[in-house]
């Protein structure tokens, strides 16, 4: 069974940002991509912005129905949702965020980052 990666907004947007591959990404590592309701809207709000943050949120909206992102209801919002899903799921987290990262770690969740040369890990 794949290990499954909950994404949120500050990683997608970083993906689009950084142009990379998500779906490369699936098949190397073998993982699953999900995220939550909550950071879906959170995209779709920012995408209504006339800022290049509220394009690049248009486009990683784009992206979770392109590839077909599993996307699940949480009882939280934003960072909170993450990391309820990431527990319930027994998933490790995708995200720029610091604060978020620190979270998970503390809750011995595994945390992905998309890397100055492209890599996740």
Same mark, same amino acid.
């Given at each position: ?7 949120? =907004? ?6 689009? %940002? ?7 990404? /699936?098949?190397?590592?073998?993982? *699953?991509? /999900? $995220? $939550?309701? =909550?950071?879906?809207?959170?995209? *779709? =709000? ?12 248009? #486009?990683? #909206? ?11 209801? $949480?009882? $939280?919002?934003?960072?909170?949702? @993450?990391?309820?899903?990431? *527990?319930? %799921? ?11 990262? =620190? ?7 595994? @945390? ?10």
């Amino acid at each position: 069974m794949s290990m499954k990666i909950v994404l949120d =907004s500050s990683f997608l947007i970083q993906v689009v %940002e950084r142009k990379k591959d998500l779906k490369e990404f /699936i098949l190397e590592e073998q993982v *699953e991509l /999900i $995220t $939550t309701k =909550s950071i879906l809207d959170e995209l *779709e =709000s920012i995408s209504k912005e006339s800022t290049k943050r509220g394009v690049k949120a248009a #486009v990683a #909206v784009i992206l979770l129905k392109q590839l077909q992102i599993k996307v699940f209801e $949480t009882e $939280t919002e934003h960072d909170d949702s @993450v990391l309820e899903l990431a *527990e319930k %799921e027994k998933a490790g987290i995708a995200t720029a965020d610091d604060l978020l990262a =620190s979270r998970a770690k503390k809750l011995n969740i595994k @945390v992905c980052r998309l890397k100055e040369n492209g890599k996740i890990n």
